[in-house]
């Protein structure tokens, strides 16, 4: 990766940004391509996602940068360098629209009624939002007041994310979560009540788990007719409790089978399986997630907070600064940027495959000209590859993952990696 340029230098009026490639000579227009630049005919669609960086408890299998709240924290001076921090980043957005965004965590609705409308009112002030953009805003069910969470809808959620796991009391407290079975179930009748649109989120193959365990879990958030569902599988990840300590879970045949039966009954009650670990009723897929999968643009704002943002001959990875005071005092400096790197072209192929071979329907041919200015040529090697091994299947319209490569997604985004 190679370092680029502060913030600061870069704005929509620089000759970068202005020069049209059509009107430059072939000999010159070669030259210029080979150097690494890209040459994008168009910008992607742009998101924006806000970090919340607290939370009431740390669970053992979270490997987000999310901390525990030991007494209290500044939620005003947090929100004063989130709004700082959007500020210094407007250069590099400048004239583009909002079309999603995304308020995660940490434990997001921690945050006041007062302090979500303030965050809101700073960022519809600060940038131009589509008219139905979706806002969603994830929750814990151990944090739902009823009052607060209608503040929240006129305020301008109009997305919720629950992160229920388990409706089971042993694994709630197996997984560290601080709401019990009954918590959970009324923290979702409280979403029904006031959002139209609602994810629940659900984990299997937890500690101990059984199969009907997990399909008893299912058919619990099923009473309650979410618009949509994510299903993840437990996993120990690196530098948690869990991986230091793990629990007993299921074996692999277990969860397979678990994982067989959960999504066979989603697709009896008309959800659609989109994504790897996503479930929608129709029209109702995530947008915010569907444009980090199909390689769109991303302003990530708040503490760790990681953006992705392109200009027609390069694009931009950012990291902000994760604890969260360090990130406030940068932000408040105009600092908030810890990491800033230019993504280069020779890692530009695996990172679109990475996200858009977890979609069902896989993509276009052309949207992986137009997200990174590449030809599949520079891919082709891979792609032949994962045909001969039975993992992808592609036509002159579209490449998507087989069955057997959605069975396999680890092994087929590693033949890509190959390729950077």
Known sequence: MIPIKPIGSITPTTPEVQRDLSQVPQAVKTQYLSSGILNLQSLPPLSLYIHFPWCVRKCPYCDFNSHEVKSAFDEVRYLDAVRADLEASLPMIWGRKIHTIFIGGGTPSLMSAVGLDRLLSDVRALLPLDADAEITMEANPGTFEAEKFRQYRLSGIN????????????????????????????????????????????????????????????????????????????????????????????????????????????????????????????????????????????????????????????????????????????????????????????????????????????????QFYERTGLTLASIEKELTLAENKGLLYRDHLQIRATNLGQRFLNDLQEIFLAQG
């Open 159 to 366: 997305r919720l994310s629950i992160g229920i796991q388990s409706f089971n009391a042993g694994h709630l407290r197996a997984l560290g979560r601080i709401h019990n079975g009954d918590e959970a179930q009324r923290a979702v009748a409280i979403a029904q009540e006031h959002f139209e649109n609602f994810n629940l989120d659900l984990m299997f193959a937890l500690p101990e788990q059984s199969i009907a365990q997990a399909m008893s879990d299912l058919e619990i958030a099923l009473r309650f007719k979410p618009q949509h569902l994510s299903l993840y599988h437990l996993s120990l990840e690196p530098n948690t409790y869990f991986a230091k300590y793990p629990p007993k879970l299921p074996d692999d045949d277990t969860s397979a089978e678990m994982h067989e039966r959960l999504i066979a009954r989603l697709l009896s009650e008309g959800f659609e399986h989109y994504e790897v670990s996503a479930f929608a009723q129709k029209n109702r897929a995530a947008k915010h997630n569907l444009n980090y999968w199909n390689f769109g643009d991303y302003l990530g704002i708040g503490a760790g907070a990681h953006s992705k943002i392109s200009f027609p001959h390069r694009i931009v990875r950012q990291m902000r600064h994760k604890q969260p005071k360090a990130y406030m005092d940068n932000a408040l400096a105009a600092q908030a940027v810890q990491e800033q790197n230019e993504v280069g072209r020779e890692e530009l192929g695996f990172e679109f495959m990475l996200n858009a071979l977890r979609l069902q329907q896989g993509f276009p041919i052309t």
